[in-house]
């Protein structure tokens, strides 16, 4: 099995990540748009480029409208002050002589029309127009200086200056007698200062016009450069054979896609153990049924001669007994097989997903009573310490647990000797009470050497021996593999030692569930 071959990525038009149709979410969820990494990055740099341009040009205007504000005050001052210096007192009476100079100042031009006005001591027209907006009575007077304010006269917008004057011989203001100082007021429209705040953001607008399009075009020709790694590692990857699941170099690839690739690795890595693990299996498996199989066959042509010849029957209830025999072989390793693969496949991640509580000691009880009639078979004393078994619970899968003790009963009946003793027991741990449930499997067979002990739990291993009558012990090698999986899935320690009866003791110690209560 080889990984699928990727997509190849190009500058123009990268290929969009997709995803996994296999996966359940993929296959309940409707079909999704595909998504592009060029596509995205560009629209992360585009999209705020074009939020942020009409911001831009509103931040220029207002920055203009607020430069273009000085000097055309400055401008409508001089001429605050000069009107102010034609105020004259005749007869107890401010009046005003405006030669052509001041009335040239005056003047409205092309863009902005003036207006100015020319207030009494005791508040009277004098000159100007009269229907030019006064400011507030309660904003404090400052002899002789220029102030400024907005303000509108027939719905328009005003900037007006204005100064109350104290020309020489025009009496203080005195608020008792209702006596004020004269007030000059000149105003203009604000066409002239919008038009060159207008001029400021056309200088600057018009320039974009040209240097945002050469952006955009930069940032496209960026992308595809810079994506033609990935493009380049995409082809290395398609010109891989299938079965090739080597490592992937990490050097010549960018910095940012460097942790993509180490969990590519990673994911061929397990792929590789996999497969490989699945070879083995298969060999060994093909090996240890070719067996019985070959047996089966042997037999069944060995017994149709017999019968064909008329032979003597018990030459024919032996070849039907072994025909049975090598049968009773091929469906025990047919049924280890299911039984392995089964404790593999529980739990995507390696562990079981959260499960009810199962009563250990209720389950042991119940697999050693299964198992009495083959102990009998073999005089085997089977027994199990019921003195001991109270109350262990644990979290786990009822099935895969009897599957556990079953194999581990079957081994200890399978080495043990005719009128031997097995003992099964299951206890608080001692080592942490209340923590672990142990269960025990010890029996008075030959044993396990100590440097076989981790190869048993290995698959189709099997400790060389003989029952009494000389023949080779019969078995799969893959009850004990199956155990270690069991006990793996359950987060359990399995150990071998030597038991107090002389043989094996195999020893499980599980995550023990407290019973409420």
């Known amino acids: 099995m080889a990984p699928d071959k990727p997509e190849h990525l190009s500058p123009q038009a990268p290929a969009p990540a997709r995803a996994d149709a296999a996966t359940p979410d993929a296959a309940a969820a409707p079909r999704r748009a595909r998504l592009s990494l060029f596509g995205e990055i560009l629209d992360w ?7 942020l341009w009409p911001v831009s040009i509103v931040l220029t205007y207002v920055s203009a409208k607020s430069l273009s504000n000085p000097p055309y005050d400055r401008a409508l001052a001089e001429s605050t002050q000069a009107l102010a210096e034609q105020i004259r007192l005749a007869d107890g009476r401010v009046t005003i002589d405006l030669p052509r100079p001041a009335r040239e100042i005056l003047r409205a031009d092309d863009t902005d029309t003036v207006y100015f006005q020319v207030l009494g001591a005791r508040g009277e027209y004098v000159a100007g127009d009269a229907e030019l907006p006064l400011p507030d009575e309660y904003e404090p ?18 900037r007006i200056a204005y100064l109350h004057a104290a020309p020489p011989g025009v009496p203080a203001a005195d608020p008792a007698r209702q006596v004020r100082l004269p007030l000059v007021q000149v105003a203009e429209t604000l066409n002239k200062r919008t038009e060159l705040a207008n001029e400021v953001v056309k200088g600057v607008i018009l320039p974009q016009f040209i240097v945002l399009p050469l952006a955009v075009t930069l940032i496209w020709f960026g992308l595809a450069r810079g994506l033609v790694p990935l493009a380049e590692l995409s082809q290395r990857i398609g010109r891989r054979k299938p079965g090739d699941l080597s490592a992937i170099d990490t050097k010549a690839v960018p910095e940012e896609v460097a942790p993509l690739i180490r ?8 792929l590789d153990e996999s497969i490989q693990g699945q070879q083995r299996f298969v060999a060994n498996a093909a090996h240890q049924l070719r067996t019985p199989l070959a047996g089966l066959k042997t037999q069944t042509e060995l017994a149709l001669l017999q019968l064909h010849g008329q032979s003597d029957i018990t030459e024919l209830r032996r070849s039907l007994e072994q025909m049975a025999l090598s049968t009773e072989r091929a469906a025990r390793m047919v049924n280890q097989l299911l039984a392995l693969t089964r404790a593999e496949r529980s739990g995507e991640s390696g562990a079981l997903p959260p499960l009810g509580q199962v009563a250990l000691d209720e389950l042991v009880r119940e697999r050693v009573r299964e198992w009495v009639p083959a102990a009998l078979a073999k005089r085997i004393d089977l027994g199990c310490d019921e003195a001991r078994v109270r109350a262990l619970e644990v979290d786990g899968d009822p099935v895969l647990l009897a599957e556990l003790v079953n194999n581990l009963i079957d081994n200890a009946i399978r080495y043990t ?14 080592e942490a009470p209340g923590a672990l449930a142990v269960l025990l499997v ?13 190869l048993v739990f290995e698959r189709f291993y099997r400790v060389l021996g003989s029952d009494p ?25 399995i150990t071998i030692g030597t038991s107090t009866l002389g043989g094996a003791a195999f020893t499980a110690a599980f995550p023990r569930t407290a019973r409420p209560g």
């Open 141 to 158: 007077i400052v002899p002789g200086q220029v102030q400024f304010r907005n303000d509108f006269l027939h719905g328009v917008e005003l």
């Open 469 to 493: 009558d000389g023949r080779n012990l019969d078995g799969s090698g893959l009850g004990l593999a199956i155990v270690r999986e069991i006990a793996r899935k359950h987060h359990a320690r």
């Open 442 to 454: 010890e029996d008075s067979g030959p044993g396990i050497p100590e440097h076989e002990r981790d």
């Open 263 to 270: 969990s590519i690795n990673q994911l061929m890595q397990r």
């Open 417 to 430: 000797p005719d009128g031997g003793i097995i003992n099964v027991h299951v206890r608080d741990s001692a």
């Open 45 to 51: 740099l585009l999209v705020p480029l074009m939020l």
